[in-house]
C-alpha cells in the first residue's frame, strides 16, 4: 500500500512539473566506465516567484549496479521519487524504488536528465550513456 502511495505521488509530482518553467541546471559527464554512472546534480529553485539569490551549490553523484546511488550530502531515503527524462524532457521512467531505477538506467543508451526528488527539493543531472 505505501509503494502505491508513494508511486502515485511521483507520478502526480512529474505532472505537476512538466507544467512548471522551472530552468534546470545541470553538466553533461561521460560516464567513468561500464559500470559506474557520474554526474553533477543541481537543485532547482523551489520558487520561482521569489527568484533565485545565489547559484546553487551542484553535488556528485555516482550510480553503479553493485553500490547504487550515492549523492553527497543526501540520505538515499529521502529520496521520495527517481525520474528518468530523454534529451526532450520526454518522461521514459518514475520510479519510487532505486534498484529498478539503477537498473532502467543501465538499459538505457543515449542522453538523460536524471532527477531525485526530495520532500523539500529536486536535484536533477545530466548523464550521457
Known amino acids: 500500500m505505501k509503494t502505491i502511495f ?10 505537476i512539473s512538466t507544467l512548471s518553467t522551472v530552468p534546470v541546471k545541470a553538466q553533461d559527464i561521460l560516464p567513468e566506465n561500464d559500470e559506474t554512472l557520474s554526474t553533477t546534480l543541481t537543485p532547482e529553485n ?7 539569490r545565489m547559484p546553487s551549490i ?3 553523484c555516482s550510480i553503479s549496479r553493485v553500490g547504487g546511488i550515492q549523492i553527497s550530502g543526501i540520505d ?3 529520496i521520495v521519487c527517481f525520474e528518468i527524462l530523454d534529451a ?7 520510479l519510487a524504488d532505486e534498484t529498478p531505477f539503477v537498473d532502467t538506467l543501465f538499459s538505457l543508451k543515449g542522453d ?8 523539500n527539493k529536486t536535484l536533477s543531472g545530466w548523464l550521457s550513456i
Do not use: H
Not at 526532450?88 to 518514475?94: P, R, S
Not at 538523460?112 to 520532500?119: D, E, K, T
Open 88 to 94: 526532450y524532457g520526454n518522461t521514459v521512467a518514475v
Open 112 to 119: 538523460f536528465r536524471i532527477g531525485f526528488r526530495l520532500s
Open 46 to 52: 523551489p520558487d520561482p516567484e521569489r527568484g533565485q
Open 6 to 15: 508513494k508511486t502515485l505521488f511521483c507520478v502526480i509530482v512529474l505532472l
Open 76 to 78: 538515499n531515503a529521502e
Open 58 to 60: 551542484p553535488l556528485f
